[in-house]
């Protein structure tokens, strides 16, 4: 099993802008050390940052940045492809492809909004402690959890998907956006499923993530996302279950 899905990994508050500019310099065609060096270049002057970064700061982001984008995992590069080839269309919601990538990618990102996504449907706020308490059972009572845990949600905030409310530490969930792209919404799945070690899921299970909690997915069937895909096979249960897995 890949060390993805055990490492925390997030190590810094993260900006949708600097995805962005990951996704173009993937574009560019150039090596991973040259776009290394340029994420650190862009970071010197880029939004998010009351005073310039440190060059642990910049690696911690550049890391992200590269694991999503730039030299993703063997298993995530058809995933990262599919999403570069959704942001050259017009009519996308940009926020979903990079959420998706980076919670494949790290998978600690998707359940940080697994938790938030759970306890906004039985209230209206959210509190970080409320996620940290849930997180450590998964992971652990480590020293790391409660910070890493608190980048992720600022990143959250960052990025438009939640609110700080009135009480400090304590956020409010936004209306969610529609997903209107059939070929968005399948890529949305194929990305949960990479997030997941054992890479299956029901598919009313995936439909309803949690983790796709800023997002509302439309209604789609196994065989159509098995159409639109190449990677994911359908298996029947029950009378109208149906679960997808991953293809070996």
């Not at 550049?62 to 984008?69: D, R």
């Not at 949600?153 to 009480?167: C, E, H, N, P, Q």
Request: charged residues 20%; contains cysteine; aromatic residues 10%.
């Amino acid at each position: 099993m890949s060390d993805r899905f055990v490492k925390v990994g997030i190590q810094r508050e993260l900006h949708l802008e600097w995805f962005e500019q990951a996704a173009r310099i993937h574009g560019s065609g150039i090596s991973k050390k040259d776009a290394r060096q340029e994420i650190y270049s862009y970071l010197d002057s880029a939004p998010g940052f009351a005073t310039p970064p440190s060059l642990q700061s910049k690696t911690y982001i550049a890391n992200a940045l590269i694991k999503s984008w730039i030299d993703p995992e063997p298993e995530l590069v058809q995933l990262r492809n599919t999403a570069f080839s959704l942001l050259q269309e017009h009519a996308v919601d940009r926020t979903s492809v990079h959420w998706c990538l980076l919670g494949a990618a790290y998978p600690f990102w998707f359940e940080v909004a697994a938790k938030i996504g759970r306890l906004l449907n039985l209230q209206d706020q959210v509190t970080q402690a409320q996620v940290v308490l849930r997180l450590k059972e998964n992971y652990g009572d480590r020293q790391t959890i409660s910070r890493r845990a608190r980048y992720v949600i600022r990143s959250f905030v960052s990025w438009g998907v939640l609110k700080d409310s009135a009480i400090k530490g304590s956020y409010e969930k936004i209306t969610p956006v529609p997903i209107l792209n059939y070929s968005l919404a399948t890529y949305m799945i194929e990305a949960a499923l990479n997030a997941m070690p054992e890479g299956k899921a029901a598919l009313g299970l995936l439909l309803n993530n949690t983790a796709f909690f800023p997002f509302r997915l439309p209604v789609l069937r196994g065989d159509f996302i098995a159409q639109q895909t190449g990677c994911i096979d359908v298996v029947r249960f029950g009378l109208d279950d149906e679960m997808l897995k991953l293809k070996d």
